[in-house]
């Protein structure tokens, strides 16, 4: 038997295993500095694969060197020397710090890359300076420079294609056009724009349309040195556009060093139609949904996406997109099977063409929480859509409104602040923000929320309704009134204000303030306006002109009455028609109608809340004291959705309830501190 060592033993004996561990532990770390610490100081990513190649390459060649030689304080020698000096004087245990070390270190800079880069969406608490992420970006308006300024849809629709890529990109913090339409193409002060936005970078860009040729411009700029990371000129047809968009925001990924899955890389490169005229139509449908505030508006973006389809039939985004449009319409306006059965179609078109198209789950969303009511199944679909559109606020704001309904609000409130953080220049979710708030009672967390928006819009009426409403809940009448002194609310469409200076009337039992303020609006058609007609009627009645209020509640009964025929799943209209009834005085048709409105809203956590209070308000001013207290028992007993919620300074204070007020059972809840 020969006494030669095996192959085995003697890569240990020239401590070639000792120089390959070695070598991966410091290559590891060399890779996490490369990785982590690079994009910090702005190195571009062929830096990092320079590294990562460096060190491959260079593995054989240590475990060669580490077979051959050794190196010693003397120079590098050849091992078998090392050897017989080691004998003498023992083993040195260098490499297992070396190994340790580097170990240590690459642990530290791992989990020092997972916490440091992380969630670039989630809300911070101030994102100024340092502390707003670097692979941010909002994408400001495009120019139009189109001689035929009818073409402006076009430089949006481009614009918004772009956006909407990079929203898909998990790496990325992308704002919302929303909070960017405010803003130029140019902005002066890149450096003030960056902040309000929450952003590092900006992309600016323009488009140029003549008949099928296109020419887009774009640059990236990184707002605190003004520094241009990147520019790009496309001429090119119309039917190539689509290339440009991907193209573009691919390059953004690129220069902001943002990592991309391979789904990721084929979402910026698809190609949704080969129609360049369907695409000209669902861009304008595009333009015109997010610049709709009524029906009538979104009826445009709907009869636009139709026209899309109409001309490619195999165009999915443009069925996922008229499939969502008639969604919103059937919830805000249009309760009826006609609108129904419309997003029913489409929605099944746009899933029979791509199921896995992002734009068709979103549309499923839509068509479950609007339309169906489906809030289990809706929330389920967008968790999921999250993951692969993360900086769509649209989803997160849906995630919000359907965890309120589903009793989860905790998830509610922290899905709208992160809409807040992608679309910090919006007003809505910021109105959002505070009714969350003040549904589960935290008035502290509601006052600040109002006051950092009424930072950005100090005028707006319906934030200082909102403001006033959690005082009234507090029992601060003085506060409330400090705040609506000047306000004179919108009659089109929802305004806080109104709500809150008549319930400042019936708190006060003073309706005189609110008389003298509402009463120029009193002419012309306000009138056939149902919140402002009933709260008119209310007024009248609190100022003792019975005649006066019953008048207008009858015609707003009448009209209430009719809608609620032609819309018989509304159940806002229903909850409006029990307060015209109940001041009528007809109280087995009012608790009808409560009945109705709770069957309607059944499941709704949201929803009930306000049900239940239209329960509590009508069995106290009908006598049925019992009755009326246990309601104010469940109401008290868990966040509620009341504008403002009951509290037991509000019991104190709202005549509503003065029936109850000797019976002991309510004189306790009324004492109870605010939850």
Not at 212 to 224: F, P, T
Not at 474 to 484: F, P, T
Not at 505 to 530: C, S
Not at 646 to 667: E, K, V
């Amino acid at each position: 038997m020969s006494d030669k060592p095996s192959f085995f033993a003697e890569l240990k004996r020239r401590n070639v295993y000792k120089v390959a561990v070695a070598y991966a532990i410091v290559g590891w770390l060399l890779i996490q500095i490369a990785t982590q610490v690079f994009p910090f100081f702005e190195i571009p990513n062929w830096a990092v694969r320079l590294v990562v190649l460096a060190i491959m390459i260079g593995f054989p060649i240590a475990l060669v060197i580490a077979w051959a030689f050794e190196l010693t304080p003397e120079g590098l020698k050849r091992t078998e020397d090392v050897d017989r000096a080691t004998e003498k004087r023992g083993k040195s245990h260098a490499w297992i710090y070396v190994v340790a070390v580097g170990a240590v270190l690459s642990i530290g800079l791992f989990f020092l890359g997972r916490y440091s880069t992380g969630n670039n969406i989630a809300p911070r608490p101030s994102e100024t300076g340092s502390s707003i992420p670097q692979k941010s970006i909002a994408v400001l308006p495009f120019e139009n420079l189109s001689s035929d300024k009818e073409n402006a849809y076009f430089a949006d629709g481009i614009q918004d294609e772009i956006l909407t890529r990079l929203a898909k990109v998990a790496d990325l913090k992308v704002i919302s056009r929303t909070s960017t339409q405010k803003y130029k193409t140019a902005p002066d002060n890149l450096r003030e724009v960056g902040r309000q936005l929450g952003v590092s970078n900006l992309l600016e860009g323009s488009v140029q349309k003549a008949g099928n040729s296109v020419h887009v411009n774009v640059q990236l700029i990184r707002v605190a040195t003004d520094e241009h990371l990147w520019a790009e000129s496309y001429n090119r047809k119309l039917d190539d556009i689509f290339a440009v968009e991907g193209e573009v925001a691919g390059a953004i990924a690129e220069a902001l060093n943002a990592k991309l899955t391979g789904a990721e890389k084929a979402v910026l490169a698809q190609r949704p139609t080969n129609n360049s005229e369907a695409y000209d139509a669902y861009l304008r449908g595009v333009a015109q949904y997010w610049g709709s505030n009524s029906q009538e508006e979104q009826e445009k973006a709907v009869r636009s996406f139709q026209e899309a389809t109409r001309l490619d039939p195999q165009f999915a985004e443009a069925w996922a997109a008229l499939s969502r449009s008639h969604s919103v319409i059937f919830f805000h306006s249009d309760v009826t099977p006609t609108r129904r059965k419309a997003a029913e179609d489409a929605l099944a078109e746009a899933t029979r063409l791509r199921p896995d198209l992002a734009e068709t789950q979103l549309a499923r969303g839509y068509f479950q929480y609007w339309v169906l009511h489906d809030y289990k199944g809706a929330l389920e679909m967008m968790r999921q859509l999250r993951n692969s559109w993360p900086s769509n606020p649209e989803i997160h704001q849906v995630i919000a409104f359907i965890s309120a309904r589903l009793g989860l609000w905790q998830e509610s409130i922290e899905s709208i602040d992160r809409v807040i953080a992608l679309s910090p220049r919006e007003l809505f979710p910021r109105d959002q923000a505070i009714l969350l708030r003040l549904a589960t009672r935290d008035f502290s967390g509601a006052l600040q929320s109002a006051d950092n928006a009424l930072q950005i819009w100090p005028d707006d009426t319906n934030l200082r309704g909102l403001k006033a409403t959690v005082f009234q809940a507090l029992g601060r009448l003085d506060d409330a009134q400090a705040v609506l002194n000047g306000v004179i609310p919108k009659i089109d469409g929802y305004d806080a204000s109104l709500a809150a200076i008549c319930y400042q009337a019936r708190l006060t039992r003073d309706p005189a303030i609110a008389i003298k303020l509402l009463e120029p609006l009193t002419h012309g058609a306000e009138l056939e306006k149902v919140p402002f007609l009933l709260s008119w009627a209310d007024l009248q009645l609190m100022a003792g002109k019975t005649a006066e209020g019953r008048a207008l509640f009858e015609r707003g009964r009448h009209i209430l009455e009719k809608l609620t025929q032609e819309q018989p799943l509304n159940g806002e209209l229903f909850a409006a028609l029990a307060f015209a009834l109940s001041e009528l005085g007809e109280r087995d048709a009012t608790l009808r109608t409560v009945d109705k409105y709770a069957a309607l809203i059944a499941g709704d956590a949201r929803s009930e809340s306000q049900a239940e209070e239209v329960r509590a308000r009508v069995l106290a001013r009908f006598g049925e004291k019992e009755r009326a207290i246990s309601s104010v028992e469940r109401i008290l007993a868990k966040p509620s959705d009341g504008q403002p919620p009951l509290t037991p300074a509000l019991l104190r204070l709202d005549s509503d309830f003065d029936s109850l007020r000797g019976d002991p059972r309510f004189q306790k809840l009324c004492q109870e501190p605010v939850k």
